[in-house]
T-cell receptor
Framework: GAVVSQHPSRVICKSGTSVKIECRSL??????MFWYRQFPKQSLMLMAT?????????EQGVEKDKFLINHASLTLSTLTVTSAHPEDSSFYIC?????????????FGPGTRLTVL | AQSVAQPEDQVNVAEGNPLTVKCTYS??????LFWYVQYPNRGLQFLLK??????LVKGSYGFEAEFNKSQTSFHLKKPSALVSDSALYFC??????????????FGTGTRLQVTL
């Protein structure tokens, strides 16, 4: 149980285009999902907290107009990187927190590697 | 603010020997502590957690960790390392805030290299 998927696993796009990444909780409902970014050989940096049915909460320094987050259902959150540039190339990881979990555990997706040419 | 420190960028150990990956934390309240492992180009896999209770926590793949409140540490250990344990290990902490969305703070990661 507690499986989280991400799609696509890898995407290459041209500079200026937009890319959508999906995060799904496969066998549980998630009221909260988190989006992280990981640069090579670095730790995970929280970008935003996504709550079902409401606006995402962005961390300081993260542009909400560039990284659009939609949490339309209890099993799906999407991250859209708008007008992508090479500096947006990174490994994006989502996690999902099961609804009603006692200790607010997070289960992580396998990640999406974005390369912007 | 909560924070996590993993003082070692890399730990090298021979297969069959015990391993320790260090982690210290800082929170203002009670900590929830986690260890995750990451293989190349993959997401994070949960290893174990400390919430409350016994200070020695046993997790997946033979790993364990000991919560030490006085030293604010949560070191990851395994009695006998395997080559397949070679990966990137992250310690994470969050404060005990029940009923609210939890923000995990991650350490910078420690690369474990197990050799024959």
């Amino acid at each position: 149980g507690a499986v989280v998927s991400q799609h696509p696993s890898r995407v290459i796009c041209k500079s200026g285009t937009s890319v959508k990444i999906e995060c799904r909780s496969l066998d549980f409902q998630a009221t909260t999902m988190f989006w992280y970014r990981q640069f090579p050989k670095q730790s995970l940096m929280l970008m935003a907290t996504s709550n079902e049915g409401s606006k995402a909460t962005y961390e300081q320094g993260v542009e909400k107009d560039k990284f659009l987050i939609n949490h339309a259902s209890l099993t799906l959150s999407t991250l859209t990187v708008t007008s992508a540039h090479p500096e947006d190339s990174s490994f994006y990881i989502c996690s999902a927190q099961p609804a009603g979990s006692s200790y607010n555990e997070q289960f992580f997706g396998p990640g999406t590697r974005l390369t912007v040419l | 603010a909560q924070s996590v420190a993993q003082p070692e960028d890399q730990v090298n150990v021979a297969e069959g020997n015990p391993l320790t990956v260090k982690c210290t934390y800082s929170v203002s309240g009670n900590p929830y502590l986690f260890w995750y492992v990451q293989y190349p180009n993959r997401g994070l896999q949960f290893l174990l957690k400390y919430i409350t209770g016994d200070n020695l926590v046993k997790g997946s793949y033979g790993f364990e960790a000991e919560f030490n409140k006085s030293q604010t540490s949560f070191h990851l250990k395994k009695p006998s390392a395997l080559v397949s344990d070679s990966a990137l290990y992250f310690c994470a902490v969050r404060e005990d805030h029940t009923g609210t969305a939890s923000k995990l703070t991650f350490g910078t990661g420690t690369r474990l290299q197990v050799t024959l």
